[in-house]
């Protein structure tokens, strides 16, 4: 049994050999050698002198000597043969490999350096036990602690150059593999990024997870770093790294070379993230106002109205809808198109219209796309409207025809009807046959051309249809009321003193509107009224009048006599113009085609359109090349016997709507400059061929050149209206306003647009001005509820007059039943079948 100093002193003896083999295994040459008793080394393990008495020789301290082995002189030098020595021997020594051998051997030296560092510490403290024995007074003992401080220093340095090591090495290899190959290779560099292009543009959240990684890891480098050189915990040494990554100004406190470079180096990194999160942080900004700019947000609304496409109509018709939501103190309409939201928004704002409280929210997308569709929350509209490009109608139509698709393809399904408008009335079968029964359609071309031709006919009518049309006058609604059940139409007709009644959506029918049905039709249950009136809840049924019928002066006997018609410009639509005129104007009528559309083209198109000439029964086509707006073309034609002229506008040769006006307003002065010329001369010899109400008193309120011919021309623009209305040198239908005010109407309930197919249509019931004395004698008082009993003796409906020195119309007036005096030359409005 060995004592436990003699334990202690073996122990000792057995680690300074440990200590001199590994010295003398050929690691000197890397470090200088350690001397543990001399004063440089700064660690004396005793401070009074060794006592006077011997210690035993197995106690004493042994000289340990660190030395070089010198290499024997007669060796041969230690210089590998070229030829013994292989290609991958060779590879230490290419230039491209020596970055690599340091890094490899600094990291081989910092890990002996470690190792004789806890070596010499535990040599150290056996050293202090040993003359703790001996009752030393005082010594110095190594922390404990000094290992694991260098070996967070160590492992921090290590994980700075890994990474580096790595790339060296990959790229080595790369090159070296791909030495042989004469192709082009993409190079390490190219390659890792384009895979963190990749990965940062495929993975939304990966910008700041990489920033937060290497926030992180900064933190742990630096906190490990701090630990091996300060005396402080690792904890605390954590937060120190925290706070220089988060403020480079709290190195400046450090103190000591070894924490001063350490802090200085994280505060340099702490400056680089927080760099790379201002960036990370202004693109996200940037990015979120972008989306809101270009309109690629959400729209979170419902009921609302949707607005799919941008033609010259949107103006018009976002100025119907606010008027219709007015009553509802305002709405929320989205307008959705191929356009950025930013220009969209200015165009708008330039029309200067009072929205009345109703919101317009502005989206830039493709009504063709299901996601973009979803953006504007497509499946919770009220109604949707799809308007029809300008330019070519059969483009326009097939891709009105696509939406629909995309519509009807919504997984969430519709909650509000679509409202399509289409060019070509061809198409419109092929549209209602893909949308069943959620589309309505308007097709404003055919019905803006049937219009004109009406107006040109019974001028002052255009004025009569953007009253109704529109909603700031009244319109259509339809309603049930119970307690009309049982009653007969004729007394309906006179039981609301605020509306007009004209129609009855039937219920045994299937819900199918009849206009102006017979007197004797009785209201059944579940019957509907179909009235004219300001607002939806400004009527309602009241007690019934006591209402004198009385009877017709005169039978009524519709003059038709042959006309002269000139139209100028040409419309895509123009056959379906022709086959309407030959079917109400009298035998023997003429109807002169001017345009600068060749003769042999001419025909082609009509032919192509399906009109057969030689099947014309009343009216004879007269064809005539030139330009409308040059004065000498127009001087060729009788612009003088014409009983109506139609200037329409030509979209063939005008791209924009104001263009296209520009154009119609030249053409009408231009005609009314050569007629206020040579009417003078020529009424003194010829009579006058008077149309079918070319005697009243609606043509001469237009202080037109000649109380003989009516101009109609066709306006595109609201503002050109303001022009002619000051004027007072033509009427006008404003083609795009009254399309926008049928898409508005048909968008709040899509009832009415059998009402106004009806009207517009060929067959069934149409709008006809009348004159007074076809209903009253002179100075005869009567009231407005016995003008109507005394129009149902011929099927008709009175829905308003016209005074004689009255500018505008009045429709559905106040005060029915009150008694008044007529004039002959005033003239009501009908609703009545065609005749």
Known sequence: HLSKKERFVEKNMSLN????????????WLFPSPSFSSSQHGRRLYSKPKPTSSCPPGIRRRRIKFSRTPTPTNDKPLIPDAKKVSVKDNLIFLPQFRF???????????FLLLRNTHLQLQLNHLQAEIHACHNLDTFNVPSPQNFTRNLSLTFSFTLLLIPLIIFNY??????????????????????????????????????????????????????????GVTSDDLVHCLWLSWTYVADSGNHANSEGIGPRLVAVSISFGGMLIFAMMLGLVSDGISEKFDSLRKGKSEVVEQNHTLILGWSDKLGSLLNQLSIANESLGGGTVAVMAERDKEEMELDIA???????GTSVICRSGSPLILADLRKVSVSKARSIIVLAEDGNADQSDARALRTVLSLTGVKEGLRGHIVVELSDLDNEVLVKLVGGDLVETVVAHDVIGRLMIQCARQPGLAQIWEDILGFENCEFYIKRWSQLDGMQFEDVLISFPTAIPCGIKVASYGGKIILNPDDSYVMQEGDEVLVIAEDDDTYAPASFPTVWRGSLPKDFVYPKSPERILLCGWRRDMEDMIMVLDASLAHGSELWMFNDVLEKEREKKLTDGGLDINRLENITLVNREGNAVIRRHLESLPLESFDSILILADESVEDSAIQADSRSLATLLLIRDIQARRLPYVAMVSQAHGGSFSKGSWIGEMKQASDKTVIISEILDPRTKNLLAMSKISDYVL?????????????????????????????????????????????????????????????????????????????????????????????????????
């Open 17 to 28: 050999s440990e200590i001199a083999a590994s010295s003398s295994s050929g690691r000197d």
């Open 100 to 110: 690599q051998f340091a890094l490899l051997t600094l990291a081989i030296s910092f």
């Open 170 to 227: 990959i790229r080595y290899v790369s090159k070296s593999r791909c030495a042989d190959n004469i192709s082009e290779q993409v190079s390490l560099n190219k390659l890792i990024a384009y895979r963190v292009d990749v990965f940062l543009s495929v993975y939304p959240y990966a910008k700041p997870l990489v920033l937060l990684f290497a926030t992180l890891l900064l933190i742990l480098i630096g906190g490990l770093a701090l630990f």
């Open 350 to 356: 330039k029309m200067e219209f009072d929205f009345k």
């Open 735 to 835: 083609s795009n306003e009254l399309v926008s005010m049928a898409l508005a109407m048909v968008s709040e309930d899509r009832q009415i647009n059998d009402v106004l197919e009806e009207l517009f249509a060929e067959q069934g019931n149409e709008m006809h001005i009348r004159q007074a004395d076809l209903y009253l004698r002179e100075s005869e008082k009567l009231s407005f509820y016995e003008i109507m009993l005394r129009a149902r003796q011929r099927r008709e409906i009175v829905i308003g007059y016209r005074l004689a020195n009255a500018e505008r119309a009045v429709i559905n007036p106040p005060a029915k039943s009150e008694r008044r005096s007529w004039s002959l030359k005033d003239v009501f409005v009908v609703i009545t079948e065609k005749e």
